[in-house]
Every structure is written in C-alpha cells, then in structure tokens.
C-alpha cells in the first residue's frame, strides 16, 4: 500500500532539510528531520560518557532517549533533551561528526525505527535523511535522492556555520565532509543509497525555489488529492 510520505534523501549539503520544509509548508504536511534525532542521541551518549563505538550502550540510549520537540513564541523551534535545550549544540560540526557515527551502528538504527515511523500522521509526511525511502517508508508514495558536488556542499556549510558565527576554513570542512560521506555511504546496514524507485535531483547548480517546483510536479502527478485540499 502506497503511504502518504515524501522521502528526501541525500548527503550532508544537498539541500533536503530546505527542500523538506517548503514542501511540507506547502502541502501543510508535517515534517521528519530523521538526522535530528541521530543528532541528539550523539549529544545524548556524549553527555553520558558513553564511547561513540558502544553499539550496546548507546542502544539502550537510543531506547529510552528522553527528547522533545517544542515551540518557543520568541525563540521558534527548540529541542529538548533530558530536560536540556540542545537546540545550538545540534548544528555544530562536533555534533554532526558524532551523529555519523553513532548512525553507524546497527543496533542503534533498528532502535530508532518505530520512533521515525510514528511521525507519519494524517494528512501525511515530508521525511528527510539518509534511508527515508529505502528503510524507513519504502512504500512512501514519492522519494526524491537529492544531489550536489562535495565542492558545493562544503560551501553551503560554510555559510550555514558562519551565520551561526562558527568559524572553520572550507578546507577543513570540505574534508570532514568527504570522511562523514564516506562513513554514510560504506556501512552496511542503511547506506546513504537512492532507493530504486527514487527521482533523482542534482542540485549544485539549481536554485531552492527551481528544486521545490520540481518535486511539486511530481507531488501533484503523485498525491492529487493532497493539493486540491
Ligand atoms: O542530516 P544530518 O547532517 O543532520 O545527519 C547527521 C548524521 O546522521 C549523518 O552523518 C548521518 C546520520 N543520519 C543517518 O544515518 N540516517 C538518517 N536518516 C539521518 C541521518
């Protein structure tokens, strides 16, 4: 049975994240962040003084991870963690780097499984990671694999960082870039992989707004119903 999701997937610095919420605003979908979640249980094992190679530790974690999702009238939206704000931490380079690898292991991906799938609610979803369509919704009703050269990715890093007032030189971001691909790319369980049936998008040289009107065409071709409404 087709379900009413929307994969995004694809590298660090492709674009899935903004791609992801203009189309769910579009379709007033709700909204996925799956790297979110990987993000905060790397937080999560840092603060316990957990090594970032203990599959079982860190599994345990990822079963009983105490997070929330919260909306601040001034501060927008938060992420909270045992109780803690996380919300900066999440987007540092630090926290990215752990992020792969505690995504790494096995055991820890089926913990949180259940955890992604129980953000498909009706009307529908817009989901954006690495193993959207090939794991966690494949039988989502459209996926897009969403692409761009490493060269480009490390330059919307940069930019994202700086804005954020975090200083790093591209070089050394285009290499932990190319290091977290490779992590991403060589594990066995849930390769960064397009999923068969997914429409792939190169982005280095195209616009937001020329992406999101691409994937609203074949929104349209394949949820009919979810724009009339
Ligand atoms: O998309 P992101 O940069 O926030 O993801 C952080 C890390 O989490 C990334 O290096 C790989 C991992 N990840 C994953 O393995 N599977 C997902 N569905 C999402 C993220």
Redesign the pocket.
Known sequence: MMEQVICIDGP?GSG??TIAKFVAEKLGWSIL????L??VLAIATMNHRVDLDNESAITVLAAHLDVQFTFEQEKGSRVILEGEDVTEQLRTEET?NA??KV?YLPDV?QALLQRQQAFLQPPGLVAD????GTI?FPNAGLKIFLTASAEERAKRRYKQLKEQRNSVSIATLSKAIKE?DE??RSRTI?PLVAAEDAVEIDTTATGIREVVEKVMILVQERFPEALRA
Request: glycine content about 18%; overall charge positive; cysteine-free.
């Open positions: 660090s899935k994240g962040d799956s790297g979110v990987y993000r990215g992020a792969s995504a991906r990671g690495r193993d959207m966690v977290r992590r991403d849930a």
